[in-house]
């Protein structure tokens, strides 16, 4: 096997650590779907604001800040996603 093939086969084992942790899903579906199923839209609104803080704040403490940073992001992208389409239902329930 080539060095160059070694290295392509070594890449496709990597996981996604950021948008998707093998590790959240189980029993076939995301914790973090399954956490806004089980929350009020506020709960689950502070959860994804405070993740992106613990993810902020110890950036640069553990071993990977630049894994850290793309999670805190996620979490913000996905706390400006779910704003939106509160923002969304409101406005069709009134």
């Known amino acids: 096997m080539t060095i160059l093939k070694k290295i392509l086969k070594k890449y496709k ?8 942790p ?8 995301e914790t973090i ?4 199923a ?3 839209p506020e709960e689950f609104a502070g959860h994804l604001r405070l993740t992106a803080i613990k993810y902020l ?13 793309k999670k805190a992001q996620w979490y913000v992208n996905k706390l400006v996603k779910y704003s939106e389409k509160q923002t969304i239902i ?3 329930i009134k």
């Not at 084992?13 to 998707?20: E, G, I, Y």
């Not at 093998?22 to 579906?29: A, E, Q, S, T, W």
């Not at 779907?33 to 806004?36: K, L, Q, R, S, T």
């Open 13 to 20: 084992q990597v996981k996604d650590m950021v948008n998707q």
């Open 22 to 29: 093998p590790h959240y899903i189980h029993g076939g579906i």
């Open 33 to 36: 779907d399954y956490m806004e």
């Open 38 to 40: 089980k929350s009020t």
């Open 57 to 69: 704040s110890r950036t640069g403490y553990k071993d990977n800040a630049l894994e850290d940073l």
């Open 90 to 92: 409101g406005r069709l």
